[in-house]
């Protein structure tokens, strides 16, 4: 395998996390990568960055770790009200119990980050005690090192495209699900988007892939984040973080990108 570079970009105003992106790229994509990702990161929805940080790192070829997409479903939700009950469900089934799985997203839904502010990264939240594993609650855990090998792109684009869902959201939130379902010890994501325009969410779990929700939030919310839950009895926590943090993961393999489905209450 060609060597791989670790892109991550951070961009913030007045100390407060706007947007980032991570890729793992060959060495001739890296000055492409780096200048598409500063174009992105000086604009985004959320306002105009005033900090930009960029970082490439060569990372060790036999540390990689490969994996799958996974399959992706959309629910149909007719508001965000049943938006949040279907994946309240997802989590409960999932093996999140609904105290904990509730917590998290009444967290997400005031933002989780002290006063209320959105976090750089996940929380961290340990399914028995409901308790957030993460040490700094305004940067959590931020996945990284991770990214779509370049061969599966344009199939990647065309499944989704099949469905209306070939949009950058979604094909970043794959590979990020992708790598995080692969952890070791992790029962299951929820996310929905910090961006004020895009409303869209998703529960993933090793057992069901990663099942979409495009109504989670209300349009022009600033508010979004991300939950990993992880069964903290049995899992050695900081190699968990450590793994989502520094591993080289390269998803290698397609998923399946499914028709959607009414959710059906009750
Ligand atoms: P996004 O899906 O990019 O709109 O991100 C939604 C939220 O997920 C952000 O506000 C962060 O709290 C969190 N997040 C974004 N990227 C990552 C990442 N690489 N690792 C962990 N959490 C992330």
């Known amino acids: 395998m060609a060597p791989l570079y670790s892109v991550r970009m951070r961009a913030s105003r007045r100390g407060e996390h706007m947007s980032g992106a991570e890729r793992l790229v060959r060495q001739e994509d890296v ?36 994996t799958a997409l996974p399959d992706l479903l959309t629910w149909q939700v007719a508001d965000v009200a049943a938006g949040r009950r279907a994946a309240l469900c997802r989590l409960v089934a999932a093996g999140v119990p609904e105290a904990v799985a509730g917590a998290a997203m009444a967290a997400l839904a005031k933002g989780a980050a002290p006063g209320g502010g959105v976090m750089r990264g996940a929380m961290l939240v340990d399914v028995h005690s409901g308790e957030r594993l993460e040490a700094d609650q305004a940067r959590g855990v931020r996945v990284s090192r ?26 970043e939130a794959l590979v990020l699900a992708a790598k995080v379902l692969s952890a070791p010890g992790l029962v299951a994501e929820l996310c929905w988007s910090d961006d004020p325009d895009y409303t869209a969410g998703y529960v993933a779990a090793p057992g069901f892939g990663y099942q979409r929700f495009p109504r989670l939030k209300p349009a022009g919310d600033r508010r979004g984040g991300r939950a990993f839950f992880v069964d903290g009895r049995r899992t050695d926590v900081e190699a968990l973080i450590r793994y989502l943090e520094r591993t080289p993961v390269l998803v290698t393999r397609p998923g399946r990108v499914l028709p959607a489905r009414p959710w059906q209450e009750g």
């Open 31 to 66: 000055e492409t990568v780096c200048l598409e990702l500063l174009r992105r990161g000086r604009r985004h929805s959320r306002g105009t960055a005033d900090a930009l940080r960029l970082a490439v790192d060569l990372v060790e070829e036999a540390e990689i770790v490969t």
């Open 146 to 171: 991770m990214d779509l090998l370049p061969e599966l792109e344009a199939e990647l684009q065309q499944q989704l495209a099949a469905c209306g869902l070939n949009n950058r959201h979604v094909r």
